[in-house]
Structure formats: structure tokens, C-alpha cells
């Protein structure tokens, strides 16, 4: 881990990619060092530029691929309800384009990065939260969610008064489950007597559980009614919608992916944000970028956990900063995961 106060970087991606993009278009900066490659090129999942979530992460760190390499970068919008034959088509423009490494942000794009990564064999691809994709050429870029979701959990049976905390899980996929498994435990370990309620937001990502802050804002809503204090999102952008209830009833939401206490598009809610359960997305892409430019990329499981600084808790809001006995707590488990004295579920 990058140790409690180390914070994924993500939130500048959104004012970057301010210019809107179509969907066989994108943002890019194609002024390449030479014609063999143009740079980093991102597909996006789900929620897109502006997610304040994985997909801005992503973003970060192509850009600052781009910008040490001085390459190009190119990201692509996903479409409302598309197919993987349409994802198969973005990834092979942005490989006959000249694009490498070429990278599907979201597991969704395990199909497609599986059938294009054997017709350019040459060409590096990556995916995100996915490991199910082997090839020589394709990097699986994966983390150990569950390691800083326990950490929330933690966090959570600390601080809650209630003694009853929720999680909103946005899509209920095994993905997602991770973070369900490592808060509910982490709250277990911590204190028996908390009780956890849940619920996922839809059954399919393209019902809108990742990206609907309306659907976020009523589960967390109804979990406030059932008296939790603390609630812990995985939702994307919809868990937006969780902090805003959460700082409506003036009780702690627990962020993801990101530190979402410094985005600015939740300034007005961050009092509210006790911390954030982050993985470093873009430090992922930027390495795979680095290897391609050294010469050096390779396929297979790239595993970002708490021993490595791929996975952490935030501490940017003062308020978790002045809760000793909190920070004691997650300080020990913190050293318990990375010692192997706690073994972390990744299935509820």
C-alpha cells in the first residue's frame, strides 16, 4: 500500500477532458515522436470521461505517459447499450491507427480485447479489472479491491454511532463483490455487533448501475432509514448520488476508486467524505505505457494490492485525520494484510 495517507490521482482528469467526444472519435493529441507509435490510447467503460472514478484515473495516467514520453494519447467514448462487436471495432481503429498500448478500461472489454489482440500481435494491449484475457500481448491490469475495502470496513465500525453501516454496490458482479466481501469483514473483524445492509443498484452495468446518481442517492437513502451512519459505495458515478444523501442527513459516505473528498465535483459534499477506499488506476497505465516504451511490455496478470501501493485508504479530510482510535485501528489491520496475519475475502 501506499500507506493510509498515499492517494490515487484522478480528480484533474475531468477539467482535461472537458471537450466532449463522439463515439468513433475522441479526445486526442496525435503528435506522435515517430510513426511506429502514436502513444497511450484508452477505451473507456461505462461513465466516461468525467466518472470521477476509475475512467478519470485511467485518463491521469495516459496523460502523464504522454506528456514524459512525449507521444500522442487518444480516449474514446463507449455508447449507450453497444455490442462487443462494437468495442472490437474501437479497439482495432485505435490499433491500425497506430496507438500502443491500446487499453479497455472496464472488464466488459475482455471479449473484444481478446479477439483484437490476436489480429496485432505486435501491439501491447491492456485491460483493466480483468484477468481472464492470455495472451503474450495483453496486460491484465488487476487489484486487490477487497484489501482496501476492508480497510473501509474498519473505518466504518469505528466511527459508526449507530451501529449499522450500508454498502451500495453498483452492479452485482464478482467484480463488485470484492468490495462488498473486504468492507463487510473488515466491519466484522472490527466489530461484531455493527450490522451491514446492502444492495446493488442493477444486475447489468448497462441498466445504469454505474452510471445513475439517482439510483445511488435512493439505495442510500433507504439505508439511511435503516438507521445507518456510514455508507460505502462502489458504484461509479451513481455513488455520487450515495454522497449526496449521505451529507443530506449530515452522516459519513465512504468513497472509491478515487479520493473523492478532493474532486471538485463533489466540493460542496466533502465534509461528508470520511475517506475513500482508492486503487491507482493510472499509476496501472502509466506503467504499461513505460514498459511499451522501454521495450519491455509483456502479457499476463499485472496485481496491484496493499503491499505494492496499488490499493490504500484516503486521509485527506481533517476530520478522519483527528479520529486517533480509528487510525489506530486501520494502521493495525493495515500491517495485518500486508504481514499475512489477515487473510482478505474477495467473495462475500
Not at 491500446?102 to 489482440?117: D, L, T
Not at 469483514?185 to 444486475?203: A, M, R
Not at 461528508?272 to 497505465?285: E, G, P
Request: proline share 3%; aromatic share 6%; glycine share 10%.
Amino acid at each position: 500500500m501506499r500507506r493510509v495517507s498515499r492517494i490515487a490521482v484522478a480528480g484533474a482528469a475531468t477539467a482535461a477532458l472537458a471537450v466532449s467526444v463522439s463515439a468513433c472519435g475522441g479526445t486526442s493529441s496525435d503528435a506522435a515522436k515517430d510513426d511506429k507509435n502514436k502513444g497511450v490510447a484508452l477505451a473507456y467503460d461505462v461513465g466516461g470521461a468525467g466518472d470521477q472514478s476509475f475512467n478519470d484515473a485511467a485518463t491521469e495516467g495516459m496523460k502523464k505517459a504522454a506528456k514524459e514520453f512525449k507521444t500522442g494519447e487518444k480516449a474514446v467514448e463507449p455508447v449507450d447499450g453497444e455490442s462487443d462487436a462494437d468495442k472490437a471495432q474501437r479497439l482495432t481503429q485505435l490499433a491500425k491507427q497506430g496507438y500502443n498500448p491500446v487499453i479497455g478500461v472496464g472488464y466488459a472489454y475482455a471479449p473484444a480485447i481478446k479477439e483484437v489482440s490476436a489480429k496485432f500481435p505486435k501491439t501491447s494491449f491492456g485491460i483493466v479489472d480483468d484477468e481472464t484475457v492470455k495472451a503474450d500481448n495483453v496486460s491484465d491490469l488487476v487489484f486487490s479491491e477487497q484489501e482496501a475495502s476492508y480497510l473501509a470496513g474498519v473505518t466504518a465500525a469505528k466511527a459508526t454511532k449507530s451501529k449499522t453501516v450500508g454498502f451500495v454496490g453498483g452492479v452485482d458482479v464478482p467484480l463488485i463483490h470484492k468490495f462488498e466481501a473486504g468492507f463487510a469483514q473488515g466491519v466484522k473483524d472490527t466489530d461484531p455487533k455493527v450490522k451491514v445492509v446492502k444492495q446493488y443498484l442493477t444486475e447489468k452495468a448497462e441498466d445504469g448501475g454505474f452510471t445513475s446518481p439517482d439510483k445511488g442517492k435512493t439505495a442510500a437513502q433507504g439505508q439511511i432509514e435503516k438507521g445507518a451512519d456510514v455508507v460505502y459505495h462502489a458504484a461509479g458515478l451513481s455513488g455520487q448520488g450515495v454522497i449526496e444523501a449521505a451529507a443530506a442527513k449530515k452522516i459519513w459516505a465512504i468513497g472509491v476508486d478515487s479520493d473523492q473528498y478532493k474532486q471538485n465535483a463533489l466540493a460542496k459534499y466533502k465534509k461528508y467524505i470520511l475517506t475513500s477506499a482508492t486503487k491507482d488506476v493510472a499509476a496501472s497505465v502509466y506503467n504499461l505505457a513505460k514498459a511499451v516504451e522501454d521495450g519491455k511490455a509483456k502479457g499476463g496478470v499485472v496485481r496491484a494490492d496493499l503491499k505494492s501501493g496499488g490499493v490504500a485508504l484516503a486521509d485527506s479530510n481533517p476530520e478522519f485525520q483527528k479520529m486517533k482510535d480509528v487510525r489506530a485501528a486501520v494502521a493495525k489491520a493495515e500491517a495485518g494484510i500486508k504481514g499475512g496475519k489477515i487473510k482478505v475475502d474477495s467473495t462475500p
